[in-house]
């Protein structure tokens, strides 16, 4: 049974509906609904509702944010840049956060993204390759590397068996620490909650935004200040050229006294699908796709450069003094239109063919906003990039590979 008090909260929310099967649920059932209802801030649903409604293009004023540009290092910089950077490796001040909380809905992997195995040409997990990468690094600094991973709800058992399987890779076990980043319900077009089942509400994880709150509420913050950690590295799991021990990009934001860098690469046209670096009423910004207006995204300089083409590509450094202050501070939510199956009134279990639910998500560029400045570093696109998205065609595991043999071939390395 689940308590009166607890259900009458969500029936003066006009949330009664997901009682209508309780008679129907066995004691387990009830149970699994008992404790999701206790996690859901019944006040927030409907602060969440009302985001669908806002307009999110009031007036502001776009302006280019300046960025360095790797290659244009003069030899002496770059030279400086990765002696600092390896310096602070070597002190143990560094550590490494990879965002693996995401569904992965359009690659379609059955399971966690970076259970996901790529042919390069032997065939790797997408984990293994950050694993790789890491333990390079910590060969050339000496100094073990901690390692955070993100989870979900919904991939977070799955992740951890996949690495004891896996035997951390040969990576320190100690060195690895999982985290759950938090969900919030998903709710269909008039505003209720989502019956996933009869007993359990559709939920979503909060997007890579939610980072910061996940972070400082599972102990993660006081676990790298105990380990002396002082710049912390945030990249996701799709990328699989991502340069997440990359010194001499440390070097350059530490240099430069920037709390945050994001890495950026230009775009291949106006128009690819990705967020752009900018300002915004002064404050660093990223811009979505598919806000920016098109005089924007095609705008070059005398030079023919994009003015606004420094794609975001979730590789951010961030000083943990950043994590203290936004873990405590909650990120705005954004909403998408998405497709999910429910349990429909008669409690058939209803698949749509076309978007029937709103998720929320916070973003972590929106973090951004809340420092004056950012640095800014663009590296090679054949370098860095090489997403994995789609199932195929564009951003696939097909054109991943390619990107990512090519690049094996011209530096003979991971
Ligand atoms: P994407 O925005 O590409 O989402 O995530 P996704 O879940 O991987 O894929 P789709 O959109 O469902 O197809 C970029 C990175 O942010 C992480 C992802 O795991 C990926 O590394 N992420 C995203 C999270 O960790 N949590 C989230 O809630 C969302």
């Known amino acids: 049974m689940i308590s009166e008090q607890l259900k009458q909260k969500f029936i003066d929310a ?146 951890r068996e996949f690495f004891e399987a896996n035997n951390y890779f040969g990576y320190s076990k100690e060195m690895i620490y999982f985290f759950k980043q938090y969900m919030l319900p998903m709710l269909d077009e008039s505003g209720k909650l989502v019956l996933e089942e009869k007993y359990k509400i559709k939920e979503g994880a909060d997007g890579h935004g939610g980072i910061f709150r996940a972070m400082l509420g599972n102990g993660v913050i006081d676990d790298m200040k105990r380990r002396g950690v002082k710049w912390i590295f945030v990249g996701g799991i799709d990328n699989i050229l991502v340069q997440l021990a990359d010194p001499c990009f440390l070097g350059y934001i530490s240099c430069c006294g920037y709390k945050l860098g994001g890495k950026s690469l230009i775009k291949r046209d106006p128009y690819e699908k990705a967020g752009v670096f900018c300002k ?69 279990k209803i698949t749509p063919e076309k978007p029937n639910a709103y998720k929320y998500e916070a973003f972590i560029f929106d973090a951004f906003a809340y420092y004056d400045n950012m640095g800014i570093f663009r590296v090679k696109r054949e370098h860095e990039f090489a997403p994995i998205k789609n199932k195929s065609g564009e951003d696939s595991p097909e054109t991943a590979q390619k990107l990512y043999l090519d690049y094996a071939s011209e530096t003979k390395g991971v």
């Open 280 to 348: 915004k009423n002064g404050k660093p910004f990223v811009v979505e796709y598919t806000e920016i207006s098109s005089e924007l995204a095609e705008m070059v300089d005398d030079k023919g450069e994009f003015v606004y083409g420094d794609a975001h590509i979730l590789c951010n450094l961030f000083n943990i003094e950043v994590f203290e202050k936004m873990g405590s501070k909650g990120l705005p939510y954004h909403v998408a239109h998405k497709k999910t199956s429910y349990i429909d009134e008669s409690g058939n």
């Open 14 to 159: 006009g949330q009664g509906h997901i009682f209508n099967f309780e008679k129907e649920l066995n004691n387990e059932q009830c149970d699994i609904l008992e404790k999701q209802l206790k996690s859901i801030d019944v006040t927030m649903i409907d602060n969440l509702y009302a985001l669908n409604k806002e307009n999110n293009n009031e007036d502001c004023e776009i302006t280019p944010i300046p960025c360095a540009v790797q290659s244009e290092l003069s030899r002496e910089d770059y030279e400086k840049y990765n002696s600092v950077g390896t310096e602070i490796m070597s002190k143990g001040e560094y550590a490494v956060v990879t965002m693996a909380g995401g569904q992965g809905t359009r690659l379609g992997h059955n399971g966690p993204k970076g259970t996901y195995y790529v042919e390069i040409p032997e065939k790797i997990s997408l984990f293994e390759i950050q694993c790789r990468r890491l333990k390079a690094q910590v060969a050339a600094c000496g100094k073990e590397i901690p390692w955070y991973i993100m989870t979900s709800a919904e991939n977070d058992a799955a992740t």
